[in-house]
Nanobody, 113 residues
Framework: QVQLVESGGGLVQAGGSLRLSCAAS????????MAWYRQAPGKQRELVAT???????NYADSVKGRFTISRDNAENTVYLQMGGLKPEDTAVYYC???????WGQGTQVTVSS
């Protein structure tokens, strides 16, 4: 079993930056790719970015050029560096681990205009 714990959310003004972290514990060696999802109030959860164990990345069109996903395999941690934040980025952000199907508890990101 793998546990994921996110941190780094908060309140930021439009145009600002935040860095989210997701630390995995337990059988982290079973994790293949990792991802960040987000869910805004009244909306479905959507995929933001993914990263494979080898470091290949993919992004939602809405965040390309503004967000960067990275991972530290030795520390079993994945990061989401968010820049140029917009009010529409406001959501609860969740970390997800492929291969084990684990979700984190979520961290709130609020962007004020």
């Amino acid at each position: 079993q793998v546990q994921l714990v996110e941190s780094g959310g908060g309140l930021v003004q439009a145009g600002g930056s935040l860095r989210l972290s997701c630390a995995a514990s337990g059988r982290a060696s079973s994790i293949s790719a990792m991802a960040w999802y987000r869910q805004a109030p009244g909306k479905q959860r959507e995929l933001v970015a993914t990263i494979t164990r080898g470091g290949s990345t993919n992004y939602a069109d809405s965040v390309k050029g503004r967000f960067t996903i990275s991972r530290d395999n030795a520390e079993n941690t994945v990061y989401l560096q968010m820049g140029g934040l917009k009010p529409e980025d406001t959501a609860v952000y969740y970390c997800y681990a492929f291969g084990v199907g684990s979700w984190g508890q979520g961290t709130q990101v609020t962007v004020s205009s």
